[in-house]
């Protein structure tokens, strides 16, 4: 099997280097093949964890991923030993790898035995394997119901295909990763509305984290574990997240929220150019180190709202009720879990998971999360971090012991272009969501997690709201207008891949969406966006835009009952479910950091996250100055001035008829 993994990376590495092609391209941008390391998910297999081996295992399973990411750098550092000796990657790379994972696997079984009955077979999981980044990663299927990948006709893929290596960092995207969305068939289907259903909606405004808020930790999956996300993620609403905050600081802490009530963390994996910008993280953990390379965007929009259910009233959201949807490990776990879907305003009743959007000129780019909605009345959390929420079945209704909770759905907008993939992003860059770095920035591993922070009394106010049928909450006024069965289309005369002569930049024409560069002071951040945010989480100049359409609610069908094989003598420790649920496993320990206290804000502006961030930092992202402020300023001046030329003529004018 080791003899077959070297082999494997021989011909990737060989295919590569041929031609003088820079970071894994040829002269002509294709992109070309590149292997990932894959193991099995440890995580996702601990299904019932004891409250106080928590803490022990959470700490192993980051160490895990940490030795998984240590070893695919070595992997991409030895393409040259690879080449020369087939052998060498099994005997350097994975065997040492076997060998750290079964230690890791064995205090874990340790701490858990300690609480109660020590799981079986856990060191099955040890072994790694070397994959080509064009095999199949994962057998499982999609959820039943949920957003449709590009399967079946329903995306074709973009030309000059690759699969593999490429991007700024090496290890992804190309060409492949990407879909003409005009080529998508409407994949989006609604249940039905039934008697004694829920109606109405709540949103939150709460920003687009103008003010730069990133940290590469995962308090969910990784509390106490700095860079256990191995990526950046975006954050707005809570103002103290990091690896190292606990219930209390998310309590005590600001928010960017308009509504002061809602102190809940939203964060998600930041999508970069690969441009060649260096950001300030582009040497440290969880940036340029593992692969997450290129210009931080800032979104155009972000839209929070909370729906009902249509089957049946929602109840409360538990206070610090931890949600993850999505799958950080989908390319190497499979598609069971991944969740979060990819559109272009204007064909939001089409909705990728595998495959990055191609917007045509005048759309932005969609990303879109559907939060599971259905709780199962007692745990905040659960060991694996999925089977205390489930998914509505096809029809809306929750699995049996389960009851409907308010669904969380974001909506994030991006003014970027459709890259030039016939000169692999040259012309114009390519664009990707930060991941794992055995991962290859594969857009079907985008997710999303939410922590519900909201005042008790608000949180009553938004079931009292949805399940009345009412339109409430301070981001009200911002949602986009609902899909209509024939959505405005942007104009379609420019081909997605090769926009328009004014789009081709690498950097973003318009200056609500530039990016600064990481080389300019923190103190004197570049114009392009207002100092401070209004209530509607907009970016400034941004808007809808021509043919914005809302996305239409879609339902994705519980996981079936887990099937599994119990290796424990126990309570079904581990076991070996038929859709493995994610978690997004953490890496390495660190000691922790201080906290900070974040600066309060005005209702409705985004407020700094000075204290709560967790080094390595990217630069803020905020912009001051722009074309929307000076003119704002400057408009009130120009009407005063016509107003005294208009004045002054009239006078002059009178003068002269009375004489």
């Not at 699969?163 to 879909?179: K, S």
């Amino acid at each position: 099997m080791l003899g077959g993994g070297g082999l494997v990376a021989v011909n990737v590495y060989a295919s590569a280097t041929e031609n003088g092609g820079g970071q894994g391209q040829v002269a002509t941008g294709q992109v070309l093949s590149a292997p990932t390391i894959y193991c099995p998910d440890v995580g996702s297999r601990l299904t019932a964890v004891p409250d106080g081996a928590r803490a022990d295992v959470d700490r192993e399973l980051a160490q895990l991923d940490q030795q998984i990411a240590a070893a695919y750098q070595q992997l991409t550092q030895s393409a040259a030993e690879i080449e020369q000796n087939p052998g060498f990657a099994g005997q350097t790379i994975i065997d040492p790898l076997k060998a750290e994972r079964s230690e890791s696997l064995q205090r874990i079984a340790d701490a858990i035995g300690r609480e109660g009955d020590r799981p079986q077979g856990l060191d099955d999981l040890a072994a790694c394997t070397l994959r080509s980044s064009n095999q199949d990663a994962g057998q499982s299927a999609a959820p039943q119901g949920s957003a449709t990948p590009s399967q079946s006709g329903q995306g074709s893929a973009a030309p000059s295909q690759g699969t593999g290596a490429g991007g700024q960092g090496g290890n992804g995207p190309v060409a492949a990763d990407y879909a003409d969305i005009t080529s998508v068939q409407p994949n989006v289907s609604t249940p039905a509305e039934q008697p004694g259903g829920s109606t109405g909606t709540f949103s939150s405004s709460c920003g687009v984290n103008a003010n730069g808020l990133f940290n590469s930790d995962n308090v969910i999956v990784a509390p106490g574990v700095s860079n256990g996300a191995h990526h950046f993620h975006d954050y707005i609403g809570n103002q103290s997240n990091n690896a190292f905050a606990s219930d209390q600081d998310l309590a005590n802490a600001q928010t960017s929220c308009a509504d002061q009530g809602d102190k809940s963390t939203y964060y998600w994996p930041v999508l970069r150019l690969q441009n060649g910008k260096q950001e300030r993280d582009a040497d440290k953990p969880g940036g340029g180190t593992e692969g997450n390379a290129g210009q931080i965007v800032t979104a155009k929009q972000v839209t929070l709202t909370f729906e009902g259910n249509p089957t049946s009233k929602v109840t409360e959201m538990p206070r610090l009720l931890r949600i993850i949807t999505g799958d950080a490990k989908a390319f190497v776990n499979g598609p069971a879990n991944a969740n979060a879907s990819w559109s272009c305003t204007g064909y939001e009743d089409r909705q990728l998971k595998d495959k990055y959007p191609l917007c045509p000129s005048g759309s932005d780019v969609v990303r879109t999360f559907r939060f599971q909605s259905c709780w199962d009345g007692r745990n905040i959390d659960s060991a694996n971090h999925r089977t205390h929420v489930a998914f509505e079945g096809p029809d809306g209704s929750c699995p049996a012991g389960f009851q409907a909770i308010p669904q969380l759905v974001q909506r994030i907008v991006y003014a970027v272009a459709a890259p030039s993939l016939q000169d692999g992003g040259r012309k114009v860059p390519l664009f990707a969501v930060d991941s794992f770095p055995e991962q290859l920035h594969k857009p079907v591993t985008d997710h999303g997690d939410f922590i519900n922070v909201f005042d008790e009394s608000l949180m009553r106010k938004m079931v009292d709201c949805i399940n009345s049928g009412r339109k409430c909450g301070a981001g009200a006024d911002e949602q986009p207008p609902s899909q209509s069965a024939e959505p405005s289309r942007p104009s379609e005369t420019a081909s997605p891949s090769e926009p328009p002569a004014e789009t081709q930049s690498a950097e973003p024409s318009e200056p609500a969406t530039q990016q600064p560069s990481s080389d300019q002071p923190s103190s004197e951040p570049p114009a392009g966006t207002p100092a401070t945010e209004t209530a509607t989480a907009t970016a400034p100049g941004s808007g809808s835009g021509s043919g914005s359409t809302g996305l239409p609610r879609v339902y994705a069908t519980p996981s079936p009952k887990k099937t599994s094989t119990t290796k424990s003598s126990g309570g079904g420790v581990i076991s070996e479910p038929t859709q493995r649920p994610d978690t997004e496993a953490p890496a390495g320990t660190s000691a922790a950091s201080p906290t900070g206290t974040a600066v309060a804000a005005p209702a409705g502006q985004e407020t700094p996250g000075t204290g709560a961030q967790t080094e390595p930092q990217t630069e803020p992202q905020a912009v001051q100055g722009g074309l929307a402020e000076t003119g704002a300023h400057l408009w009130p001046a120009i009407f005063g001035g016509l107003l005294l030329v208009s004045g002054a003529a009239l006078l002059w004018r009178t003068k002269r008829t009375s004489f």
